[in-house]
């Protein structure tokens, strides 16, 4: 820091002895920050730029440009005055807040991904200086907003990390989960437990929610009326979700008909389970009402129906997790799929009790847990008036009733099950608003011969069936029942009623197989990939995994025992990922891989971004110019030199002997004219084109175009080098010319992207040094509903010094005539040397630069008084190439 304990001399005297010690061929602009006199109380502070230009005394003689702003209410001024007029000035306070004045806007600071293939930051991100309407409010006087990117994140298993950077300074943010499972502590009772463990234990509990839903058939046939969902619940490496349960409800609703629920709980080492749900009968369009010469009535045409299949996740209670009973939402309804409801894939059979009642059996072969609807037709003869009939069901050799429903509105429906073995149950079937004095009674409609689906018989094939048989046998007995007033009177064992007609038998035998494979089920993760292999030669892959689906509902993981193949993507071929590698030629929104297990076969479809070409290459000044004055050594790969000039540099801000003057022969240095530098950035549009129809989709939006800098950082060059250098993604001048800034292909080596730049031969000045301190950095990130994925990061600084011994980083934007700026930390070290000398040490003081060549200032305490002088100078090799005094007026 320097000797803190020698006294300062006064300002006039000090300016004095300063310039008399820098007599030599400068570039220098100093600045001098004054302290108010009274902490108490508002007061001034004034900035005082001295510019002297050797090349150009015209330009600088004579002349001081006052700089200063308002620290209370962030406005920038800057005028040019003459010698004798008074600053402008701004209020700062003290009581161990340190407040410097604040100019000029800072756009230096870097927003990105701590992985850079997580995810991208789009173009159009808006950038602001100033605190906006929308983002600033609330925000403390000492903060200001630098810039709110807009960003999309790639799904992924793992958190994804955003991190900014501002000099020394640097914060990390992981974007917001969308959901979070909370992690019950699970020794609750221990109370000797250390409290600062217990909440570093809670800190980490909270874990990210990632479960995907995959169907497992693609249609809801008639004749297997069941929706069945596969949900998988990731864990990360600690296995912690694997511990803690959860519990997926299953929903599935078609128009204003009362949603059906089903649920499961994912456990075991995959992390999976099958949620189902039956589906009624009468979602289903009507049925074509039975011939009665036998012949297959035709298909009605109908619209399709759609049923909307979304699902939730909640915690379920501690002490009974296994039951899945819904205790605390963690998820709420998310809809992902629409599955349309198909007729039946095998005609029925009929089975006819006699001329007026008629059932239909599907045919389609049974499984164990498999569901049928069995529906009941009516079509009584004419004269006939039936206003109750009633069905008994007796089932053996596996088979379970489990309900029957309604399927006219005409008709009521009771059910009764005679024992707790689901094997034999009643149904009585009413025929609704029937009095034998109503007009209706003996309307045409009752003594019609019409056709109609009564109700439908839900039946379930048993889990526990034997090898030994070899199908299932059902028994129905059928009554009717004509006398209307008669109905009343009814009830379940009034089955010998002399109204009633003699019963009836039915038998059907239903074929019942062993468990099969259903569906043999490929899962990803995402279904997305993101070809960024052909930006930079690595290979990009997507986890996969196959499982395989019985109709049982059973699950297994196969993925080993899999085989995969694909037209345009690479599969590795265990399955277990699909990857791409550069090698692709065009991007798809449909692209398929077959996969198979034994002869049973399953589909994946992945949508593969590609960039389009060419990349488009911005440089924010293409045009660049030199710097009047400013020289800087032509070899910057001299390690000893650089050893030595850092050295020198973390020297404190008090320390000049004859090193400063004579620390590098003249001899020895070649310099030359340093000229302007830009920021480069690459960005791409990623597409994918449908195989079948050849329509192109656009990722995110066709004009939205996505930063790729950081991959492609390694393969960005300059045609000309003696036009242009590029030092990572700054693009500095070297000598007047044109030249093209390109972007080379990892896998070709062809140019995939450029842009011209023009270095002229015109010259700017530096007309100011723009100095802030900074004290904190500060990053927030908030949900952008605009974009899929999307998020906002906000990031601001913080300009005071709050605490005594509390640092601060000096930032330093160099103006340039031309009205550009540039960031001094952009600048390489070799190019200049900076000298900061604090003016009061029992104020301020400047920190040693020895990790690090940012400039830091210290809060030490109370004081007035001038505190800092900034000087630039040229770097040590290029300051003495002629030791000889120049004039120079100084106001």
């Not at 979602?283 to 299949?309: C, F, I, N, S, Y």
């Not at 205790?327 to 894939?345: D, E, G, N, R, Y």
Request: charged letters at 25%.
């Amino acid at each position: 820091m320097g000797e803190r304990g020698r006294s300062i001399p006064k300002r006039a005297a000090l300016q004095k002895t300063q310039r008399d010690r820098l007599s030599h061929r400068p570039l220098r602009c100093q600045w001098v920050a004054q302290h108010p006199t009274t902490p108490a109380a508002p007061v001034v502070a004034t900035n005082d730029i001295l510019c002297v230009d050797d090349d150009d005394a015209n330009a600088c003689k004579g002349r001081r440009i006052t700089a200063a702003a308002a620290a209370n209410t962030h406005e920038d001024t800057a005028r040019d005055s003459s010698c004798d007029s008074n600053s402008d000035v701004g209020e700062i306070q003290l009581n161990y807040v340190i407040s410097f004045p604040f100019t000029g806007t800072a756009f230096a600071v870097e927003v990105h991904f701590e992985t850079p293939d997580s995810g991208f930051f789009l173009k159009h991100s808006p950038r602001q200086s100033s605190v906006s309407s929308s983002s600033g409010k609330g925000r403390s006087g000492s903060d200001s907003v630098l810039s709110i990117d807009r960003f999309t994140v790639v799904q992924t298993s793992q958190p994804v990390s955003i991190r900014a950077s501002y000099g020394p300074f640097s914060t990390k943010q992981t974007v917001p989960a969308r959901y979070i499972v909370p992690d019950v502590m699970e020794s609750s009772s221990d109370t000797t437990q250390n409290t600062t463990a217990a909440l570093m234990d809670l800190q980490q509990s909270n874990l990210h929610l990632d479960i995907s839903a995959h169907l497992v058939k693609n249609t809801i046939p008639r004749d297997s009326p069941v929706l069945r969902v596969l949900f998988h619940a990731g864990a990360d490496p600690g296995g912690h979700l694997q511990r803690q349960k959860i519990c997926v409800l299953l929903h599935a609703s078609i128009g204003n008909k009362t949603p059906l629920k089903g649920r499961c709980m994912p456990e075991g080492e995959d992390g999976v389970c099958v949620a189902e749900v039956v589906i009624p009968a009468n979602w289903w369009p009507p049925l074509p009402p039975p011939e009665k010469d036998g012949r297959q009535p035709a298909a009605l045409k109908t619209p399709q129906r759609m049923v909307q299949v979304s699902y939730s996740v909640f915690e379920p209670p501690a002490r009974s997790p296994e039951l899945c009973e819904p205790k605390v939402q963690i998820q709420p309804l998310t809809p992902f799929a629409k599955i349309p409801l198909v007729p039946s894939q095998m005609p029925y059979k009929e089975l006819r009790a006699d001329e007026t009642l008629t059932m239909m059996v599907p045919q389609q072969p049974l499984y164990p847990l498999s569901k049928i609807h069995v529906p009941v037709f009516l079509h009584p003869e004419p004269g006939q008036n039936i206003a109750v009939f009633i069905v008994r069901a007796r089932v053996k050799a596996g088979m379970r009733i489990l309900g029957a429903s309604a399927s006219s509105e005409d008709w009521n429906v009771s059910v009764e099950k005679e024992n707790t073995k689901h094997t034999v149950a009643r149904v009585t079937a009413f025929r609704k608003d029937q009095d034998p004095d109503s007009p209706a009674s003996t309307g045409d409609d009752m003594n019609s011969n019409k056709i109609v689906e009564v109700f439908s018989w839900l039946l379930e094939v048993a889990n526990d069936t034997k090898d030994h048989w070899d199908g299932g046998r059902i028994v129905w007995s059928v009554s009717y029942v004509h006398d209307g007033p008669k109905i009343k009177e009814l009830s379940a064992e009034a089955s010998s009623s002399p109204h009633e007609e003699g019963r009836k038998k039915i038998v059907a035998k239903l074929e019942i197989q062993k468990d099969d494979i259903q569906a043999v089920l490929p899962i990803s993760k995402n279904w997305e990939l993101m070809n960024t292999a052909v930006l930079t030669g690595r290979q990009v892959s997507q986890a996969m995994k196959v499982f395989i689906v019985s109709q049982a509902g059973k699950v297994a993981d196969v993925t080993l025992q899999s085989s995969c193949q694909a037209e345009d993507e690479s599969v590795s071929s265990s399955c277990s990922s699909v990857y791409v590698d550069g090698s692709e030629a065009r991007g798809s929104s449909n692209a398929s891989v077959q996969v198979k297990y034994g002869t049973y076969a399953g589909l994946a479809k992945f949508m593969v971004w590609m960039p389009e070409f060419p990349l488009e290459v911005s440089v924010a000044d293409f045009r660049l110019s030199q710097i009047k004055g400013w020289k800087i050594p032509e070899d910057h790969n001299v390690s000893a030199n650089g050893k030595m000039r850092r050295r020198k540099r973390a020297y404190g801000w008090g320390h000049h002997g004859d090193d400063f003057v004579n620390g590098v022969s003249p001899e020895r240095s070649v310099c030359r004219a340093r000229y302007q530098q830009s920021p480069v950035e690459v960005y791409a549009r990623f597409l994918a084109v449908d195989q079948d129809s050849g329509r192109v989709n656009y990722l995110i939006s066709r004009r939205t175009g996505l930063r790729v800098t950081d991959l492609v950082q390694p393969l960005l060059r300059v045609a000309d080098p003696k036009i242009a250098t590029l030092r990572g993604r700054t693009l500095q001048g070297r000598a007047m010319g044109r030249t093209d800034v390109q972007v080379l292909s990892p896998i070709t080596g062809r140019v995939i992207g450029a842009r011209e730049v023009r270095v002229g031969s015109d010259k700017v000045s530096l007309t100011r040094l723009l100095v802030r301190v900074v004290s904190g950095l500060q990053l927030s990130i908030t949900s952008d509903n605009a974009i899929e994925n999307g998020y906002i990061a906000e990031t601001s600084v913080t300009r005071k010094l709050t605490a005594q011994y509390q640092e601060g980083l000096l930032d330093i934007d160099l103006e340039f005539s031309d009205g550009s700026r540039t960031p001094l930390r952009d600048i390489s070290v070799d190019d200049y040397f900076l000298l900061v000398e604090s003016l009061d040490t029992e104020v301020v003081a400047f920190a040693p630069m020895l990790a690090s060549h940012h400039p830091r200032v210290i809060a030490v305490g109370e004081g007035n008084g001038d505190l800092l002088r900034v000087t630039l100078l040229l770097s040590e090799e290029c300051r003495l190439r002629r030791n000889i005094p120049v004039s120079k007026q100084v106001c």
